[in-house]
């Protein structure tokens, strides 16, 4: 029996739904202990800039992510070792005074627009999911989300979506589908897809039991 636990990677483009899959595929594991993390928390400590230098960052390259640490502290998960995940802060693109403390859990769920990326992290998943989601629909759930929840003016939304969040999906996220183990389209709203999540997670964890 393998004690380590498995890693389930959930990746699509800004507004494609990952936090609605993951949340579904979350919902109601009794007898199963789960931990959640969102590459967002590893974006790259920027507090020694301005606030008018960080909202400069490219926040879709793979270079905004702090991977080296995001790939440690999972290591340290599937070691048994508890890890003090870092807490993001939108509004003033940076991380903040605070931590999550994350002890050893049965699964991790972990979702961001570039897990995909780094062949090291990819390597460490055992189930690869990719929300396909039309742009679209992902620029007006982003326009609404960004407006009500992080602190942005339509203006800003607009630019940042035209200049750096679009050519940036086009370059380095989309790509990444050809990793993908299962690419679900309609998001949370894809029961089937969700359904066969749960089941396949349980088959995993039953295996690892025998
Ligand atoms: P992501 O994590 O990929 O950025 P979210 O799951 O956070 O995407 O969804 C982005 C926004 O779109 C959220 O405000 C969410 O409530 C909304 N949303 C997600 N899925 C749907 C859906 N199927 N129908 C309508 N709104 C949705
Ligand atoms: O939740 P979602 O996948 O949309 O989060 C990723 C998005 O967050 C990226 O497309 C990036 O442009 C955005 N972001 C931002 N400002 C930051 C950090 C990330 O707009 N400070």
Same mark, same amino acid.
């Given at each position: 029996?393998?004690?380590?636990?498995?890693?389930?990677?959930?990746?699509?483009?800004?507004?494609?739904?990952?936090?609605?899959?993951?949340?579904?595929?979350?919902?109601?594991?009794?007898?199963?202990?789960?931990?959640?993390?969102?590459?967002?928390?590893?974006?790259? $400590?920027?507090?020694?800039?301005?606030?008018?230098?960080?909202?400069?960052?490219?926040?879709?390259?793979?270079?905004?992510? $702090?991977?080296?640490?995001?790939?440690?502290?999972? &290591?340290?998960?599937?070691?048994?070792?508890?890890?003090?995940?870092?807490? *993001? $802060? *939108? !509004?003033?693109?940076?991380? !903040?005074?605070?931590?999550?403390?994350?002890?050893?859990?049965?699964?991790?769920?972990?979702?961001?627009?570039?897990?995909?990326? $780094? @062949?090291?992290?990819?390597?460490?998943?055992?189930?690869?999911?990719?929300?396909?989601?039309?742009?679209?629909?992902?620029?007006?759930?982003?326009? &609404?989300?960004?407006?009500? @929840?992080?602190?942005?003016?339509?203006?800003?939304?607009?630019?940042?979506?035209? @200049?750096?969040?679009?050519?940036?999906?086009?370059?380095?996220? @989309?790509?990444?589908?050809?990793?993908?183990?299962?690419?679900?389209?309609?998001?949370?709203?894809?029961?089937?897809?969700?359904? %066969?999540?749960?089941?396949?997670?349980?088959?995993? %964890?039953?295996?690892?039991?025998?």
């Amino acid at each position: 029996m393998e004690n380590h636990p498995i890693i389930i990677g959930v990746t699509g483009g800004t507004g494609s739904g990952k936090t609605s899959v993951t949340r579904k595929i979350m919902a109601n594991y009794e007898d199963v202990s789960l931990a959640y993390i969102e590459q967002d928390a590893y974006y790259k $400590d920027q507090s020694h800039l301005s606030f008018e230098e960080r909202v400069k960052t490219n926040y879709d390259h793979p270079l905004a992510f $702090d991977t080296a640490l995001l790939k440690k502290h999972l &290591q340290m998960l599937l070691n048994g070792q508890a890890i003090d995940m870092p807490v *993001y $802060d *939108y !509004s003033a693109h940076t991380r !903040s005074q605070e931590t999550v403390h994350i002890s050893p859990k049965e699964v991790i769920i972990l979702e961001g627009i570039l897990i995909l990326y $780094d @062949e090291e992290l990819r390597d460490l998943m055992d189930i690869k999911v990719y929300v396909d989601t039309d742009d679209d629909i992902r620029i007006i759930r982003r326009i &609404q989300r960004d407006i009500a @929840e992080r602190g942005r003016s339509l203006e800003s939304v607009i630019k940042q979506y035209t @200049e750096v969040v679009k050519p940036m999906h086009e370059q380095f996220i @989309e790509p990444t589908k050809r990793y993908a183990d299962l690419i679900i389209p309609e998001g949370g709203q894809n029961l089937v897809a969700i359904d %066969l999540m749960r089941t396949k997670i349980s088959a995993i %964890l039953l295996e690892k039991k025998k």
